[in-house]
Nanobody, 120 residues
C-alpha cells in the first residue's frame, strides 16, 4: 500500500516562508511527484512538480518564490515557499504517479493535505 505523508503546513504572515515535506512509503518506483493546492469552491491546481524525466514545472503564480526539490533515495519531495502571499492560502496536497514493485500498472496517489494559511 502506498502512502504519502505530508508535513510542514501552518500559519505564517505575508512575506514569510514555510517548507512542506512529503514522504512516499511502500515498495514503489516513482514517476512524477509534486504539489497541488486547493481552496474551497475551486479546482485543485498544480503548484510544482517533477516529471518522470526530471524536469520541473511551476505554476506561474509561484515561479520565483517556490522551489521544489527531492531526495530520490527517500522518495521524498519538498516545497520551499518564500515570500508567501495571502492568496497562497490553501490546502496543499502531495501527489505522485508510481508503480509498485513487481507491477507495470501506474497509479496516482494523493496525500491527506496540509493547510497553509498566510495572514495579511
Amino acid at each position: 500500500q502506498v502512502q504519502l505523508v505530508e508535513s510542514g503546513g501552518g500559519l505564517v504572515q505575508a512575506g514569510g516562508s514555510l517548507m512542506l515535506s512529503c514522504a512516499a512509503s511502500g515498495s514503489i518506483f516513482i514517476n512524477d511527484m509534486g504539489w497541488y493546492r486547493q481552496v474551497p469552491g475551486k479546482q485543485r491546481e498544480l503548484v510544482a512538480r517533477f516529471s518522470r524525466i526530471g524536469s520541473t514545472r511551476y505554476a506561474d503564480s509561484v515561479r520565483g518564490r517556490f522551489t521544489i526539490s527531492r531526495d530520490g533515495a527517500k522518495n521524498t519531495v519538498y516545497l520551499q515557499m518564500n515570500s508567501l502571499k495571502p492568496e497562497d492560502t490553501a490546502v496543499y496536497y502531495c501527489y505522485c504517479n508510481a508503480r509498485q514493485r513487481g507491477s507495470t500498472a501506474e497509479y496516482d496517489y494523493w496525500g491527506q493535505g496540509t493547510q497553509v494559511t498566510v495572514s495579511s
